[in-house]
């Protein structure tokens, strides 16, 4: 297996960097957003990949994907208002370190940049290695207009 690296274009978020941070920082903010029909749309985009069962807590979010099983993603770093480091567990057939990144423009806006390093085999890099490129830009875009509060 090995590494590749993905870094997503740099968005920018009309939002100060604290709130970003806060925001993004706990799962359960996510939770709410994914199930008030983020996962459907998912589901429409890319059929082959069902996720259910989405739960969260402050730290980690578990979810079942059809033909895989139970996977989880864990926050195992913060680093105030600019850094959070989010590694995955459970059924994924690849291992993945993931950093969101964010950097103060002015007091209301942030610029925020995705990072993942994910450990892939040959036969799953060919697979899925363009759609992760695009993923991470998709999840990149998604992120900046996320409704902060």
């Known amino acids: 297996m090995a590494i590749n690296k993905y870094i997503s274009n740099v968005k920018l978020i009309d939002h100060n960097q604290q709130i970003v941070f806060d925001y993004l920082a706990n799962f359960e903010n996510l939770s709410e957003y994914l199930n008030s029909g983020l996962l459907e749309k998912?589901?429409?985009q890319v059929?082959?990949?069902k996720i259910s069962n989405f739960?969260?807590?402050q730290d980690s979010c578990r979810f079942n994907i059809t033909g895989m099983g139970l996977a989880e993603i864990r926050v195992?770093?913060?680093e105030p208002h600019k850094t959070i480091k989010v590694e995955s567990s459970g059924g994924l057939p690849?291992?993945?370190t993931f950093?969101?990144?964010?950097l103060p423009v002015s007091a209301f806006q942030t610029k925020i940049r995705l990072t993942l390093h994910a450990d892939l085999n040959m036969m799953?890099?060919?697979?899925?290695?363009n759609k992760l490129e695009e993923g991470?830009?998709?999840l990149a875009e998604t992120l900046a207009t996320l409704p902060y509060k």
């Open 76 to 78: 195992v770093n913060r």
């Open 136 to 138: 991470i830009n998709q």
């Open 124 to 129: 799953i890099k060919m697979m899925v290695g």
């Open 42 to 44: 998912i589901t429409k």
């Open 47 to 49: 059929p082959q990949v």
């Open 55 to 57: 739960e969260s807590d």
């Open 94 to 96: 690849m291992s993945f």
């Open 99 to 102: 950093w969101i990144q964010l």
